[in-house]
């Protein structure tokens, strides 16, 4: 006898099993969406160096008229492409002679470092992210992948542990 016949025998897949189908479905749903949580809440914003802490009593700002784009290009090196500010680079000094309209300045010799104070972040697209909450930018970039790695390992040690305890 087969589970078909087994199954009509028992007066077939009735609203019971239809009820305990979708039940069981439920969390399933639920986990798949869990899964993907990650591509949401780890995006990488736009992002570039923070100027440094103390830049405008130390450079003295106050008699200058320079806005912030302007005080950024000073700060923070163009990227490859020169169509937008590197993201893990700024120079060592400002480079004032660049915001001149008829600057002919070589910006591959001038002196570069990390992001020693941090990024700022684009918050137009995102407001807070993974990555711009513990700055996993740059040299750090790889731990992005860790969050979902860690997760699927809490996954799979919850699986084996409250799959056994659940038979």
Not at 19 to 38: C, F, K, Y
Not at 116 to 137: I, N
Not at 155 to 163: F, P, Q, R, S
Request: net charge negative; hydrophobic share 35%; aromatic share 10%.
């Amino acid at each position: 006898m087969g589970f078909a016949e087994l199954l009509e025998e028992a007066g077939g897949f009735g609203r019971y099993q239809w009820l305990h189908v979708t039940l069981i479905s439920l969390p399933g749903l639920m986990m798949a969406s869990q899964n993907l949580l990650n591509n949401f809440v780890s995006g990488s914003p736009a992002h570039h160096c923070s100027l440094p802490t103390n830049h405008s009593s130390r450079y003295n700002l106050s008699h200058y008229q320079v806005d912030e784009e302007q005080l950024l290009r000073a700060f923070i090196p163009m990227d490859s492409s020169g169509s937008r500010l590197d993201r893990c680079r700024r120079f060592v000094e400002p480079q004032w002679q660049l915001l001149a309209a008829n600057s002919s300045a070589n910006v591959s010799q001038i002196p570069t470092e990390g992001c020693l104070d941090g990024w700022t972040y684009d918050r137009s697209e995102f407001l807070s992210t993974t990555v711009s909450e513990w700055d996993l930018v740059c040299g750090l970039r790889p731990l992005k992948q860790m969050i979902q790695t860690i997760y699927m390992g809490g996954v799979l040690t919850g699986a084996i542990v409250y799959g056994g305890l659940s038979d």
